[in-house]
């Protein structure tokens, strides 16, 4: 069965066409991403900016082409972080309609958790008895999800992403150390509210997922361009994900834009996204009392889950 998945962030939207087969395994046909910075402002505003509406059509206009070149017998598109956040979401729902002739679902923070485990898990062969925490950081929100091969044990969204905080905290270029001491304290209350619902100090794997998490790794690895192939599954000790994201949040802008793998559309917010992940990790470290000393990239996530999902009867992937 052929499936189409689009999985609509606050920073970029993606399109995942891909071959499912009877044991739920998914070969890529198409994998793509466009940053169209649909949250562009949402944080400070609550709407999403005319413009950032109109980049984010153009892309479901091209996205549209792929899947009528490709065909699918399915697709679900899912809105996150910043099209829960817009009072004007019904202005997104109507063109993204208009474009792809499906309703897109803006989805909570728990099921959005829910599908970056399952995506991730498909892949990550976890144990039953094995704790897996998955960290999908995103531009608006950041989900914490621990399970195991089993199934997801515990899980919570929050309101911190690399865009979010880059417009709220991080506006000098390099960031301040001021600006990065009030981020990193937001971070830490962030994951305060985290641990009331997900037992962190049980996390055996420490696993992370997306954009930023994996452009961190690609600095860390020192890579000549950005290799999906070598990135996914690479594991980082704590001590190195701390130098990668360190040396990039306190780089210029232009010398970010100058390494051979970054995109350009992250050049701005991976400062961010490397001070949270780099927080995380030293929390997850020190609540586990150094048990979890390290952490894996993979570029399995959200797209994946929704891909698998779209696959389910109607009533299921609803």
């Known amino acids: ?14 399109l995942l066409i891909a071959d499912i087969d009877d044991g739920g395994r998914l070969t890529d046909v198409v994998r793509t991403m466009q940053v169209v910075r649909l949250g562009q402002g949402v944080d400070a505003t609550g709407l999403l900016a005319d413009e950032a509406l109109a980049r984010t059509f153009t892309a479901a206009e091209d996205y549209a082409g792929l ?27 109507d063109g993204v309609r208009a474009r792809l002739g499906v309703e897109p679902e803006v989805i ?140 990039l949040l306190e780089m210029s802008r232009a010398e970010r834009a100058a390494l051979p793998y970054m995109h350009p559309g992250r050049v701005d917010v991976i400062g961010a996204g490397a001070l949270i992940w780099r927080t995380i990790n030293d929390r997850v470290g020190e609540l586990t009392g150094g048990r979890v000393n390290g952490a894996t990239a993979s570029e399995h996530d959200i797209l994946d889950g929704i891909a698998l999902s779209a696959a389910q009867p109607r009533s299921a992937a609803s």
Do not use: W
């Open 108 to 247: 909570s923070g728990g099921e959005e958790a829910e599908l970056s485990f399952s995506g991730a898990a498909s892949v990550l062969a976890a144990a039953d008895d094995e704790q897996v925490l998955v960290v999908d950081l995103g531009g608006g929100s950041t989900e914490f999800v621990l399970g195991t091969g089993a199934g997801v044990r515990a899980a919570r969204s929050t309101d911190m992403g690399c865009v979010r905080f880059t417009e709220r905290y991080l506006r000098s270029d390099p960031p301040t150390a001021a600006e990065i001491a009030a981020a990193e304290q937001e971070i830490n209350a962030c994951i305060d509210q985290v641990l009331r619902d997900v037992p962190l100090k049980d996390t055996d794997r420490l696993v992370g997922v997306a954009g930023s998490i994996t452009t961190v790794t690609a600095h860390a690895l020192g890579l000549s361009e950005y290799e999906p192939g070598v990135i996914h599954g690479a594991a980082l000790d704590a001590a190195k994900t701390r130098q990668a994201c360190t040396s």
């Open 1 to 14: 069965m052929r499936v189409g998945a689009i999985d609509c962030g606050t920073n970029s939207i993606r």
């Open 67 to 93: 899947l009528r070149e490709h065909g699918a017998a399915s697709l679900r598109f899912v809105a996150t972080s910043a099209t829960r956040d817009a009072r004007n979401r019904q202005v997104f729902v």
